[in-house]
């Protein structure tokens, strides 16, 4: 097995040696780049794109965690609805491991991706896959740019490249990381033995990213119809697709309101406990309300949320625990949209249509 320590960016001359059984162009990267073309491959045929590059639509993906550390939700959605249905068909879950620089990036995919190992790319060494998909986390922005020494450590490369038998699957932002030495000749190097299929671009994308400066053209009908009507642009994003949505004939029995008091949206407060009833006389509140346009039923509750004020924020993640635990005392469905998640839309979809199942079932008891 090809040796995984590299201080710098070529180990010292020394004997040609047997390489392990990667595919001969996964092992002839690492070749080239860190071994002096020492290493001899086992094989010299392999398979078809056994490197891949699959780069996110464009838009500043990443997030820096307040306890430290990064992450990059939008390379996990990538991951579980394009590469492996598209790359990684025919191999089982157990043949494929997900592996990135960051322990929370680690534990994002393992949240997102069932049965298939995700860990550091630390963690990787000494281990193989059939298949290996790297995610690098980092964005364009300067907090991405700040990251980009640790992300770029030509050993962790040699890794994560080298663990990978029969297909390596790079997946990165959308400028795959311009100011980068390794990761850019990885790139270069799986771009070169593609031609005509060089880069993989995502099609995944979130209304969400209308935030950014740089978002899809595909999003930009959205941008020019957005209603501006609320105090903050991720609301008003959804503001706009609800009602969207809702001019279907699908949904032409339902509407929406925002900002409802939860006072004023449960039948009684007799269920409640201290802790919670104490919450409801604060005035919290449910970002929006779908409800029956006849009958004033409610049906769903959806709440944006923006990273820095929820996910990245341990004081509010517990008060929207007890927001959660009082819908669910009252049966009432709850939709929670994070502004980097993706798939919105049809989110929304599966949602009104589960929420209008649920009422169905109880009005029948």
């Known amino acids: 097995m090809a040796v995984l320590r590299c201080g710098a960016q070529r180990a010292p001359a020394r004997r040609a040696r047997r390489a392990d059984r990667s595919d001969p162009a996964i092992i002839g990267f690492c070749n080239k780049k860190f071994y002096d073309g020492e290493l001899i491959p086992y094989t010299t045929s392999g398979a078809e794109r056994p490197m891949i590059v699959v780069r996110t639509v464009e838009g500043n993906h990443m997030r820096q965690h307040r306890g430290g550390g990064r992450s990059n939700q939008r390379e996990v959605d990538v991951i579980a609805g394009e590469v492996l249905p598209e790359y990684c068909r025919g191999v089982a879950d157990t043949d494929i491991g997900v592996t990135t620089p960051y322990r929370l990036q680690a534990d994002k995919a393992t949240d997102a991706l069932d049965q298939i190992e995700a860990h550091t790319i630390h963690k990787f060494q000494g281990r193989q896959k059939k298949v290996v998909i790297l995610t690098t986390v980092l964005d364009e922005t300067w907090r991405g740019k700040t990251g980009l020494r ?43 033995h593609n031609p005509g299929e060089e880069v993989a671009d995502s099609a995944v994308i979130s209304i969400f990213d209308l935030l950014y400066t740089a978002y899809s053209e595909r999003l930009r009908p959205l941008a020019a119809r957005l209603k501006k009507e609320l105090k903050y642009p991720s609301e008003d994003i959804i503001w706009t697709v609800l009602h969207d949505i809702l001019a279907e004939q699908q949904y032409a029995h339902l509407t929406v309101s925002c900002q409802i008091l939860l006072r004023n949206l449960l039948s009684d407060l007799s269920r409640l406990t201290p802790e919670q009833l104490a919450y409801v006389r604060n005035r919290a509140s449910v970002d929006f309300v779908v409800y029956n346009r006849v009958t004033n039923q409610p049906l769903l509750a959806i709440e944006v949320d923006g990273f820095a004020f929820h996910e990245n924020n341990p004081a509010q993640l517990k008060r929207d625990l007890v927001k959660n635990e009082i819908l669910r005392a009252y049966q009432m469905p709850l939709l929670r949209l994070p502004t980097t998640g993706s798939r919105e839309a049809q989110r929304i979809r599966e949602a009104l249509d589960h929420a209008e199942a649920h009422w169905a079932r109880l009005s029948a008891r």
């Open 150 to 192: 640790f992300v770029d450590d030509p050993q962790m490369i040699n890794v994560a490249v080298s663990r990978a038998v029969q297909r390596f699957i790079l997946v990165t932002n959308y400028d795959m990381l311009p100011t980068s030495r390794h990761i850019r000749d990885l790139v270069g190097y799986i771009r070169y």
